[in-house]
């Protein structure tokens, strides 16, 4: 067993350990989120379990600087909007997709080495893990919108003005039915 690193770390050296595991455990709530995705919520317990995780984003990341927690954010509001879709709720599907496409475009529009401003993580750098131009944040969420889980607001205006924002963003054209 390895002796914990805050009994002989001091100073900035302790700070920037600490910071980074805290980012390696936000990590693992992610994982774990998405394994519960595949146990047997219904809709309302998924928002909530999503809501619940989203808080604890913002909580930790009080100067909105979530650097790769935008790919988190994305898919659980994401997650959030297909539940509503799923409960005939157009409104709260538009409001969940918008600010899933707001993560998926600060996500795409990122630049690696920024330096972090909030409290627990202000001595470490953006860094950009997975980052493909062939298949961006903003394409993958232009890609679930095209599903039938959508079909009910797929006429809304706001709709459309979501995918609008992506599709500026996006890398690659989509050849789909939104």
């Known amino acids: 067993m390895s002796i914990p690193y805050f009994f002989y770390l001091e100073g900035a050296e302790l700070k920037a350990h600490s910071q980074n595991f805290l980012l390696r455990l ?19 317990q998924t928002i909530q379990i999503r809501g619940k995780a989203i808080q604890i984003i913002k909580l930790l990341f009080e100067d909105g600087d979530y650097g790769a927690q935008h790919l988190s954010l994305r898919s659980w509001y994401s997650i959030i909007a297909k539940a509503y879709a799923e409960m005939n709720n157009t409104d709260a599907v538009i409001e969940n997709l918008s600010a899933a496409a707001e993560h998926a475009i600060a996500y795409d529009l990122l630049e690696d080495d920024v330096p972090h401003t909030s409290l627990l993580f202000n001595t470490l750098k953006t860094q950009r893990p997975g980052k493909t131009y ?20 797929r006429d809304d205006e706001r709709f459309a003005e979501i995918r609008n924002r ?13």
Do not use: H, P, W
């Open 26 to 44: 936000i990590a693992s709530l992610g994982n774990v989120m998405s394994g519960l995705s595949r146990c047997d919520y219904d809709n309302e």
């Open 166 to 178: 992506l599709t500026a963003v996006a890398c690659e054209d989509i050849n789909t039915r939104i």
């Open 134 to 153: 062939m298949n961006n944040e903003s394409q993958m969420l232009l890609k679930a919108m095209a599903t039938e889980y959508f079909d009910s607001c």
